[in-house]
């Protein structure tokens, strides 16, 4: 089974920045169409972002659109999320996915064949 491992997450001031990490326990993470969801407190999970195999490709949920990119370095098999202009409602547990193939528009969470066991972001007023 493939393991998705997320890192990075912490405690930011409201305004700051944050950079999460992806990788891949049993096979390199370029052979996945890779993904980022948010879980937070009292609300349905949603879609934070997404990148296509080679990186040609980014997508974005619109919470975060402008304060978000997502990078690959496909030679270290790993995903970069960059959180800026961070807000208290952007307090969630982020979870890394990975999927053999997509279809359409890459923001269901059915789309995703692996997910990781999420990193905790909390950030204060």
């Known amino acids: 089974q493939v393991e998705l491992v997320e890192s990075g997450g912490g405690t930011v001031q409201a305004g700051g920045s944050l950079r999460l990490r992806c990788t891949a326990s049993?096979?390199?993470?370029?052979?996945?169409?890779v993904g980022w969801f948010r879980r937070i407190p009292g609300k349905e999970r949603e879609f934070v972002a997404a990148?296509?195999?080679?990186?040609?490709?980014?997508y974005y949920g619109d919470p975060v659109k402008g304060r978000s990119t997502i990078s690959r370095d496909n030679d270290k098999s790993t995903v970069d999320l960059q959180l800026d202009s961070l807000k208290p409602e952007d307090t969630a547990v982020y979870y890394c996915v990975g999927a053999d193939g997509t279809y359409g528009y890459p923001n269901e969470e059915h789309q995703y064949d692996y997910w990781g066991q999420g990193t905790q972001v909390l950030v204060s007023s």
């Open positions: 990148i296509s195999w080679s990186g040609s490709s980014t």
């Open positions: 049993t096979r390199p993470l370029s052979d996945f169409f």
